[in-house]
Structure formats: structure tokens, C-alpha cells
């Protein structure tokens, strides 16, 4: 969480946070409104990230935090973070 409340703002970004509470509807709504271009989601919140993204309009860059405490699913396909972080400039 520290990576993006500091990481975001330094690349010039906007960080907003989405309430996992919520439906996937409102969530697709918020992705919308705010034109995410990137979503970082937390491996336990996969799910309802992908059910939020069918709803949405905008279609961003998917990033998957793996949080070695939950012991639930992988999910195949979006990019981890590490390797996203791994890619980016040393700068």
C-alpha cells in the first residue's frame, strides 16, 4: 500500500482507492468515472475486480498484488507485481 500511496503521485498519477464493499456494478462505475488506466488488486480481490472490468468501459492495465497471507486461488493472467515493478524504468 506505501509502494502505491508514494509510487503513484511520483509518475504523475492520481491514486484512488475502491471500496471492495461495494457491487461490482459501483465499482465498474468508478473505474469509468475516474478513467483508470491502471488497477492494482490485491490477489484476494481478483474476483470481484474481473466482475467490476466485464461492467466496465475502460479497460486498464490489470496488476495483481500476490499478499502471502491469503491462502485462496491463483489466478492466471494479469501481471504480477513484482515483474511490473521489474519492467519499469531504474530511475
Given at each position: 500500500?506505501?509502494?502505491?500511496?508514494?509510487?503513484?503521485?511520483?509518475?504523475?498519477g492520481v491514486l484512488?482507492?475502491?471500496?471492495?464493499?461495494?457491487?461490482?456494478?459501483?465499482?465498474?462505475?468508478?473505474?469509468?468515472?475516474?478513467?483508470?488506466?491502471?488497477?492494482?488488486?490485491?490477489?484476494?480481490?481478483?474476483?470481484?475486480?474481473?466482475?467490476?472490468?466485464?461492467?466496465?468501459?475502460?479497460?486498464?492495465?490489470?496488476?495483481?498484488?500476490?499478499?502471502?497471507?491469503?491462502?485462496?486461488?491463483?489466478?492466471?493472467?494479469?501481471?504480477?507485481?513484482?515483474?511490473?515493478?521489474?519492467?519499469?524504468?531504474?530511475?
Open positions: 500500500m506505501l509502494e502505491c500511496h508514494y509510487g503513484v503521485p511520483m509518475y504523475g484512488h482507492s475502491i471500496n471492495t464493499r461495494m457491487d461490482v456494478a459501483i465499482i465498474a462505475f468508478q473505474l469509468d468515472h475516474a478513467r483508470s488506466k491502471i488497477v492494482i488488486v490485491d490477489r484476494e480481490f481478483m474476483l470481484l475486480m474481473r466482475q467490476a472490468l466485464a461492467l466496465a468501459m475502460t479497460n486498464p492495465v490489470l496488476i495483481q498484488y500476490d499478499d502471502p497471507e491469503f491462502d485462496g486461488p491463483e489466478l492466471d493472467g494479469p501481471r504480477a507485481e513484482q515483474s511490473a515493478l521489474d519492467a519499469g524504468a531504474t530511475d
